[in-house]
C-alpha cells in the first residue's frame, strides 16, 4: 500500500521569507503520481501540480517551485518570498496508474504567513 | 473555481437521521470520486465512480452508499448517522478517472451531526 508523509504539522514564517514543504512518498509501483493541493481557510481544495514519476525535472511557476527526487522519494514544494495569501494547509499527494486510482493523501502542513 | 458543483454546502442534521450530497462534475469528466475530511482520519477516500460504474471503494461505511446517474452527476447517501460522521465530504471529478488524470475537487459539503 503507498502512503505520503508531511512531517511538518505547521509552519509559521514572516512575510517574504522562503519556505519549503516537505513531502515523502512509499510506494512500490514504478509509474505513480504525485500532487500538490491547497486548501484555503475557505475549504476548498485547490489543484497546484501533477508530476509522474519518470519526469524528476523541477517545475517553477511564479513564486512556486517543486522539486521532485526519487532517489529519496520526495516531492517537496518551496515557496519563495511568501505572502499573506500563501497561508492555507498544503497537501502531497500519490495516486497509483492501476486500478487503485484514488489519491492517497498526505495530513497536510499548515502554512501561516505573518505580515 | 474548478468547475466541480456540491450541494448542499453545509448541512445540520440529527443522528439517526439519513441526508443525501450531490455533486455535478466538470463538463466533459465521467469520473466521480467522493472523499471524507475529518480531523482525526485526515482526507480518506470513499468511492470512485466511472461512467455510471462503480469502479473502486475505499474506507466506505456500510451504511454508506452512492450512485452516478446518467447525466454523470453524483449522490453520496448517509444513513443511521452518528457525531463521529460530522467532517466535509468533498467530491472530485477526472476526465477518465486514470491515475494519470488530475482530480478536481468541488467546495465541499459540511456535515453537522448534533
Known amino acids: 500500500a503507498q502512503k505520503v508523509t508531511q512531517a511538518q504539522t505547521e509552519i509559521s514564517v514572516v512575510e517574504k521569507e522562503d519556505v519549503t514543504l516537505d513531502c515523502v512518498y512509499e510506494t512500490r509501483d514504478t509509474t505513480y503520481y504525485l500532487f500538490w493541493y491547497k486548501q484555503p481557510p475557505s475549504g476548498e481544495l485547490v489543484f497546484l501540480i501533477r508530476?509522474?514519476?519518470?519526469?524528476?525535472q523541477n517545475e517553477i511557476s511564479g513564486r512556486y517551485s517543486w522539486n521532485f527526487q526519487k532517489s529519496t522519494s520526495s516531492f517537496n514544494f518551496t515557496i519563495t518570498a511568501s505572502q499573506v495569501v500563501d497561508s492555507a494547509v498544503y497537501f502531497c499527494?500519490?495516486?497509483?496508474?492501476?486500478?487503485?486510482?484514488?489519491?492517497?493523501f498526505g495530513s497536510g502542513t499548515q502554512l501561516t504567513v505573518l505580515p | 473555481d474548478s468547475g466541480v458543483t456540491q450541494t448542499p454546502k453545509h448541512l445540520i442534521t440529527a443522528t439517526g437521521q439519513r441526508v443525501t450530497l450531490r455533486c455535478s462534475p466538470r463538463?466533459?469528466?465521467?469520473?466521480v470520486y467522493w472523499y471524507q475530511q475529518s480531523l482525526d482520519q485526515g482526507l480518506q477516500f470513499l468511492i470512485q465512480y466511472y461512467n455510471g460504474e462503480e469502479r473502486a471503494k475505499g474506507n466506505i461505511l456500510e451504511r454508506f452508499s452512492a450512485q452516478q446517474f446518467p447525466d454523470l452527476h453524483s449522490e453520496l447517501n448517509l444513513s443511521s448517522l452518528e457525531l463521529g460522521d460530522s467532517a466535509l465530504y468533498f467530491c472530485?471529478?477526472?476526465?477518465?478517472?486514470?491515475?494519470?488524470?488530475?482530480?478536481?475537487f468541488g467546495p465541499g459539503t459540511r456535515l453537522t451531526v448534533l
Open positions: 472530485a471529478s477526472s476526465a477518465q478517472g486514470r491515475g494519470a488524470d488530475t482530480q478536481y
Open positions: 508530476r509522474n514519476s519518470f519526469d524528476e
Open positions: 499527494a500519490l495516486t497509483l496508474s492501476g486500478s487503485a486510482r484514488q489519491l492517497t
Open positions: 463538463s466533459g469528466d465521467l469520473s
